[in-house]
């Protein structure tokens, strides 16, 4: 029960679930080595104390010298010259032969050679890729290591044939969804003949970590909070526009950001300019304590996407008792139950966002409801141990337990 993890940045503020599935899987009894490509942009002393733990034992290919990346190439390819130059030539034509993407092909190429050559080293015979699948394929063009993965979205649906989909589902042993919505996009951009690759896993969160938010009746400012990446696809100057209608129907409202990006500084433009600067708060990337305690502050949480994978802050928020309003796409569908847990609105419609925001603000009794029913929606169907048991059913089905990997000599 011995598998590699590979990450593009671990720990992370961002992926926060991606440690506590790791950590969960173990728990279970699977050996798992982390390796990141690179380190986090965290100072140590920010970090908690499990990822810290995380942050000593993970292997980070970046962080390895020069030296390393040669003895590793030159290993290789004096064993393996024929896979070498396969790996290299799939690597370019992922980089589609242009100058910009060939280097970074190339780059890619040369962490997955120094990967493998460690996972070989240490007798893992297979590694789970979450945001690093390119490298994982290039990892599997050299290697006799098999892979999995899990695709997230919505990135990788962007450009399905750039990102190689199909090549990747044809070279792993089985490929995850964390929503159905996204096995739909996988099956679109991949061959029938490897759709029963696929699963669908969905991610979860500790309920029992999350304290319900005290309900209020009627809160002054009522608190809105949104958790998220400041950046386009999150599609913030339209809750913001959205914020300034409520202001201007004479509503006491207040909107909490939680995170930060490149847009940061338009909407802090953007609110000036509206009138609403000191409704909006820019509160910034908060670690996981932090960031309960402004859930059980709020009374609504409110997304503004243009697009999503399966948000794990909405989870968090409904753990919280926190009733949500999202946009109808992708898999927040298949998180949300309109008028159960939280209204589900048309995507880019400020009109229609601020009326489901107007709507709850005047309905306590109906958020009240929302707040116990979708605290035992996530209990039910998001729950971390749960989904990761599945998971790990998942790894025990899918994987040749009895294959015994062949450890590399040094």
């Keep these: 029960m011995k598998l590699a993890y590979l990450l593009s940045e671990y720990p992370t503020l961002g992926h926060t679930y991606l440690l506590r599935e790791v950590r969960e899987l173990r728990a279970l009894g699977w050996e798992i080595q982390t390796v990141s490509i690179r380190k986090p942009d965290l100072r140590e002393s920010e970090l ?3 990822e810290r733990e995380e942050w000593t034992s993970t292997w980070y290919i970046l962080a390895s010298s020069p030296l390393e990346f040669l003895r590793a190439h030159a290993v290789i390819f004096c064993r393996q010259p024929r896979r070498y130059l396969s790996g290299l030539v799939s690597a370019w034509k992922i980089g589609r032969f242009q100058p910009r993407g060939t280097a970074l092909a190339t780059a890619y190429f040369a962490e997955a050679v120094l990967a493998g050559y460690r996972l070989q080293q240490a007798g893992i015979a297979h590694v789970h890729s979450e945001f690093s699948s390119t490298v994982a394929l290039i990892l599997r063009r050299v290697f006799d290591i098999g892979i999995s993965i899990t695709l997230h979205g919505p990135a990788e649906f962007v450009d399905p044939e750039g990102f190689q989909i ?23 951009w991949s061959s029938p003949s490897d759709w029963d690759k696929l699963e669908v896993t969905p991610l979860g969160i500790d309920v029992s970590a999350w304290l319900p938010a005290k309900f209020r009746e009627q809160p002054d400012p009522f608190e809105l909070i949104s958790v998220g990446r400041l950046a386009a696809v999150k599609g913030y100057p339209l809750l ?26 338009y909407l802090e433009g953007q609110s000036r300019r509206l009138g609403v600067g000191s409704r909006i708060i820019f509160a910034g990337w908060r670690n996981q304590a932090a960031l309960q305690e402004l859930y059980r502050n709020s009374d609504l949480c409110v997304l503004s996407s243009f697009a999503e994978g399966v948000p794990v802050v909405l989870m968090e928020a409904m753990a919280a008792g926190v009733p949500c309003v ?50 035992e929606r996530i209990a039910d169907k998001y729950d971390l141990g749960k989904n990761v048991r599945q998971l790990s059913d998942v790894f025990t089905r899918r994987l040749s337990l009895n294959e015994r990997p062949q450890v590399a000599p040094r």
Aim: charged content about 25%; glycine content about 8%; hydrophobic content about 45%.
């Design 326 to 375: 999202a946009p109808r796409i992708t898999g927040i569908p298949e998180l949300i139950r309109h008028g159960i847990d939280g209204f589900l609105v048309t995507p880019s419609d400020v009109e229609e966002l601020a009326a489901a925001i107007a709507g709850l603000m005047d309905q306590p009794k109906l958020r009240r409801q929302m707040a116990t029913l979708c605290r």
């Design 48 to 50: 908690s104390p499990a």
């Design 240 to 265: 913001i526009e959205a914020v300034a209608r409520l202001v201007g129907q004479g509503r006491d409202v207040r909107l909490t950001l939680a995170g930060d990006g490149p847009e940061r500084s």
């Design 166 to 188: 199909k090549e990747k589902v044809q070279a792993a042993k089985f490929v995850c969804a964390i929503s159905n919505f996204g096995r739909s996009q996988i099956m679109l």
